[in-house]
T-cell receptor
């Protein structure tokens, strides 16, 4: 079945460092890919998404490119801030599964000043 | 403002009690979902509903029940049969035409 694998956390960086959180997937069809962010004690917020190969999703300085050849959707940001500290979830959904989301385990990001 | 409202934010349950978590959305979305999240863990699907008066079990439905009598409402009851209910519960919704799921702020349930 479909699955999503994220790099394990926590990931600890200093402010203004470059961020990459890896996400790879397995899917039978042509899924849409998502990154959600969860701040402490809150619900999940959609950060960005991509619906087809080579699409790039971007929001708040974060970017991720849908790479079908490597089945990846890595999250990147050029210069992180303390306020980016949160848990980041990668997910996919497929039309055939009524858009049910398949979730990665989440990666906790800690940014130190 | 449009959105998904969950209540209460914090709820305490005694052993053997049923409790109901409310989820209301004014986004006119067709599909609604309930997820459970344990500390430091990912999300697990409890129940989902694609349309009014219809719902399906997710991966961990045992000990939970739902109803979908109105399009905007999808309450979750945590029954006494759920042996380990302490968790963070998230409600979500999706429009019929879209593939993006949006979340409420969550409800913390603690058994005391």
């Amino acid at each position: 079945g479909d699955s999503v694998t994220q790099m394990e956390g926590p990931v600890t960086l200093s402010e203004e460092a470059f961020l990459t959180i890896n996400c790879t997937y397995t899917a039978t069809g042509y899924p849409s890919l998502f990154w959600y962010v969860q701040y402490p004690g809150e619900g999940l917020q959609l950060l960005l998404k991509a619906t087809k190969a080579d699409d790039k999703g971007s929001n708040k300085g974060f970017e991720a490119t849908y790479r079908k050849e490597t089945t990846s959707f890595h999250l990147e940001k050029g210069s992180v801030q303390v306020s980016d500290s949160a848990v980041y979830f990668c997910a996919l959904s497929e039309t055939d599964s009524n858009y049910q989301l398949i979730w990665g385990a989440g990666t906790k990001l800690i940014i130190k000043p | 403002d449009g959105g998904i409202t969950q209540s209460p934010k914090y709820l305490f349950r005694k052993e053997g009690q049923n409790v109901t978590l409310s989820c209301e959305q004014n986004l006119n979305h067709d599909a609604m979902y309930w997820y459970r999240q344990d500390p430091g863990q990912g999300l697990r699907l409890i129940y989902y509903s694609q349309i009014v008066n219809d719902f399906q079990k997710g991966d961990i439905a045992e000990g939970y029940s739902v109803s979908r009598e109105k399009k905007e409402s999808f309450p979750l009851t945590v029954t006494s049969a759920q042996k380990n209910p302490t968790a963070f519960y998230l409600c979500a919704s999706r429009s019929g035409a879209g593939n993006t799921i949006y979340f409420g702020e969550g409800s913390w349930l603690t058994v005391v």
